[in-house]
């Protein structure tokens, strides 16, 4: 990139070391344009009518120019100041000043000649403002007023172009024509655009050649090779370059990378890998379940890849269907109906695949489709029996005997093994069995009578079963009409009473007019539209009276004309009512005309209040009846009853004392609150029983029980107590061995119980049970 600046240089420095000599060798001719120059201009900015003259000035100073990035051992001389006062004895001093002055440009205060102490860059700053002044040495006083002065700093090549935004990705389709624009790159250049050639960019392309090209001033890039196929090759690696100054040797140059991705058009068909598809599917498929698949491949990206599938052809265009799975794009076929493998084995198809977006530009290239022929076969399965209707309706006559043919229902296996089949009904759908199908002919009777009237229809399903295979099984609904006989004889619909005035003329019809609703009564009464027909009822004498007789009960006999005809007697009710001139029922009511004979209104009252007054006299009596207290204690022997409890619980023994306070046995008046509490401390030894241990402290029952009776006796306000006392806690270490019989029934007892004989008279029926069973087994 930096070929050619050393050459640069030293023809630059030639040049300026010749202009320096020209521009010595006429200063007085630079100085003295220069103070005209300015002598002029003072003149212009004096006040009105007035000239301004200034102190003449000696300048001499020439252009300054300095040469970017001189690397020679010495400063570079720029210029050289020199004004008219200076004698050249020593006695002017020159000043510098301004950007860069003491740093950069440093002047010799005695020559006036300005050197560069530094390499300078025109890109970083391309001139330099200073300003010079002569003063005198001695007092340093000016001799000339200051001026200003430029020096630029002239251009090098010394900056390669370069690409600010790169590297680059652009996208052009396929296919396209040669020269198309794929996009356009620039490069800058930091050098001096006026001087010279050094920012004179030409664009090449370094790679990428014969695909594209570029244009060497534009930067444009386009193709250059026609037909390119993206599904050939997709991306494309460009280097494109760009030189300075003209593109001529010497000159600097730059690159940058241009990824150019072609992009899809719709170039290509759709193609099936094969051309025939074989599939199968089972005859106990149902509709809209898949058959199979089949994929015609397009290579195009996109919209342009999209593939749409239909029949064209074949013998199972009706029987199938196909559609497009938008995912996969796969033709998906399937059942429009079910197949039955009896009826056609096999079916052929002609499937095509065509893209369902066109490239107006490639038309010329189709057809943009593609067909392929698939054939199905039909797969045998074990399906259940095939009844001969979808359902089936008969009738029967009602009241019919048990066995009586209904009708019969056929079901065949549609399978080629023709397996038998089996008919029965389904309990649910004959819940009270009404109907039987016979197992192998399928034909259904009557198991009882009947009745329409109480059910006119129904409704069965019979079941055919396959004998044999899978067992499978298929329904069909049957709907059996009950037909009507004439077995119900005609009655009244209602037994509304019928009323009628007592001033009624004979000949006509009640005042109100009132139907008689009868069943089946085709030719005694009128018929209307409804299913029953009417009668009307007519006077045939002059007036009635309440008073003798206000109602009457008409039989009237009602007959049909059905098959066996049949009658019946129905009781009409007709009362007699009053009423008005106009034949309005005024009361139908008797106790009006009763009552003035008897008694009157006020006198039924007091009667009434009488008789509630008695009763209320009544169940005071019986409510006093029961406080009336009965004898608290029954003292006859033969009234004494005897309560057995039987509990499988065991007691605590005598050293249980906190499961059972035998104070409440011995006062529960006390417990209650009604008498205080007298507790017994037991002072007889309770007698040993053979083969037991003493117990101390022990209660004679006998003396307990006896005092226990006097008390209530002699309290006629303490009732008799049964007190029963669960025990769910044994004592410890009971000398006298567990109190439970359970275990006494099933092993021989050792205990004694002849003490129960001096217990007293009340424990005699003990004694003598235990005691008599004790005798019993010793006899044994």
């Not at 251009?155 to 356009?184: C, K, W």
């Not at 009947?450 to 067992?471: F, K, Y």
Request: aromatic fraction near 8%.
């Amino acid at each position: 990139m930096w070929e050619g600046l050393g050459l640069q240089v030293f023809l630059m420095c030639l040049g300026a070391v010749l202009c320096s000599a020209v521009a010595t060798s006429a200063p007085l001719e630079h100085s003295h344009r220069h103070r005209l120059s300015l002598h002029r201009h003072r003149e212009r900015t004096g006040k009105e009518g007035q000239v301004l003259h200034r102190s003449k000035r000696g300048w001499v100073w020439n252009q300054f120019f300095v040469i970017e990035e001189y690397t020679g051992p010495d400063p570079v001389l720029v210029g050289r100041l020199h004004s008219d006062v200076d004698a050249g004895d020593g006695n002017c001093k020159y000043i510098l000043s301004g950007e860069g002055a003491g740093t950069i440009f440093v002047i010799d205060d005695k020559t006036g000649n300005i050197h560069a102490t530094k390499t300078l860059d025109r890109e970083e700053q391309a001139q330099y403002t200073l300003t010079a002044q002569a003063v005198d040495r001695a007092t340093n006083k000016p001799l000339e007023p200051p001026s200003e002065f430029i020096v630029k700093v002239q251009d090098i090549n010394d900056n390669p172009p370069e690409f600010l935004h790169g590297p680059y990705y652009a996208r052009v389709p396929e296919m396209s024509n040669v020269g198309t624009s794929v996009m356009q790159v620039t490069a800058t250049d930091a050098d001096d655009p006026t001087y010279g050639n050094s920012a004179r960019l030409v664009y090449s392309i370094l790679q990428g050649q014969p695909y594209f090209s570029v244009e060497p001033q534009t930067g444009i890039i386009r193709t250059a090779l026609p037909n390119m196929d993206r599904e050939a090759r997709q991306e494309y690696d460009v280097v494109i370059q760009a030189k300075d100054m003209g593109g001529h040797m010497g000159g600097l140059s730059g690159t940058t990378e241009v990824k150019i991705t072609l992009t899809d058009v719709n170039d290509n068909p759709p193609k099936f890998p094969q051309s025939v598809y074989a599939m199968s599917v089972s005859e106990d498929k149902v509709s809209g379940e898949e058959v199979g698949r089949l994929k015609a491949k397009d290579p195009d990206l996109g919209e342009n890849g999209l593939v749409s599938y239909r029949f064209i052809e074949g013998d199972g265009m009706t029987v199938f269907e196909i559609t497009t799975d938008t995912d996969t794009r796969e033709g998906v076929i399937k059942l429009r109906k079910p197949v039955d493998f009896e009826t056609k084995r096999a079916y052929t198809l002609r499937v095509e695949a065509s893209n369902t977006h066109l490239d107006p530009r490639f038309i010329a290239w189709g057809p943009y489709k593609d067909t392929a022929t698939v054939k199905v076969m039909v797969e045998d399965a074990d399906e259940p029996p095939a009844f001969m209707a979808t359902s089936y309706s008969f009738e029967v006559e009602e009241n019919a005997r048990d066995g009586t043919v209904v009708g019969r229902v056929h079901a065949k296996d549609t399978d080629v093994a023709n397996n038998p089949v089996r008919y029965m009904i389904p309990r649910y759908t004959d819940v009270e069995q009404f109907f039987s199908v016979g197992p192998e002919d399928g034909i259904i009777k009557t198991t009882r009578p009947l009745d329409r009237e109480t059910l006119p229809w129904h409704n069965i399903s019979v079941s055919a079963t396959e004998i044999g295979g899978h067992h499978q099984d298929t329904k069909v609904r049957v709907n059996i009409k009950v037909k009507d006989m004439n077995d119900n004889a005609p009655e009244f619909a209602t037994q509304n009473e019928i009323l009628v005035c007592e001033n009624v003329s004979p000949g006509k019809v009640s005042p109100i007019i009132y139907n008689v609703y009868c069943t089946f009564s085709q030719v005694t009464f009128r018929k209307d539209r409804s299913l029953y027909s009417t009668a009307s009822i007519y006077v045939t004498r002059r007036g009635f009276s309440r008073m003798t007789q206000d109602v009457y009960f008409l039989p009237i006999e009602i007959n049909d004309n059905g098959i066996p005809p049949m009658s019946s007697t129905n009781t009409l009710t007709i009362r007699v009512c009053s009423c008005d001139s106009k034949d309005t029922i005024l009361s139908c009511n008797v106790e009006p005309y009763i009552l003035p004979a008897g008694l009157s209104t006020g006198a039924l009252i007091a009667i009434l209040a009488c008789i509630v007054i008695l009763l209320a006299i009544v169940v005071l009596f019986v409510a006093l009846r029961r406080q009336k207290k009965e004898p608290l204690i029954v003292f006859e022997e033969e009234d004494i009853r005897e309560n057995i409890i039987t509990y499988d619980d065991e007691g605590g023994g005598e050293e249980d004392t906190e499961a059972f306070d035998i104070a409440t046995l011995q006062n529960p008046d006390g417990a209650n609150g009604f008498l205080p509490r007298k507790d017994i401390k037991p002072e007889l030894q309770y007698p040993m029983r053979p083969g037991g241990h003493p117990v101390a402290n022990s209660v004679d029952v006998d003396d307990f029980i006896k005092t226990r009776i006097n008390d209530a006796d002699n309290d006629p306000t303490a009732p008799p107590y049964d007190s029963i006392q669960i025990y769910g806690y044994e004592g410890r270490g009971s000398i006298a061995g567990s109190l439970s019989s359970l275990e006494s029934v099933t092993t021989d007892s050792d205990l004694d119980y002849d003490y129960l004989q001096s217990w007293g008279p009340r424990f005699k029926k003990l004694a003598d049970l235990y005691g008599t069973k004790d005798s019993a087994d010793d006899n044994s």
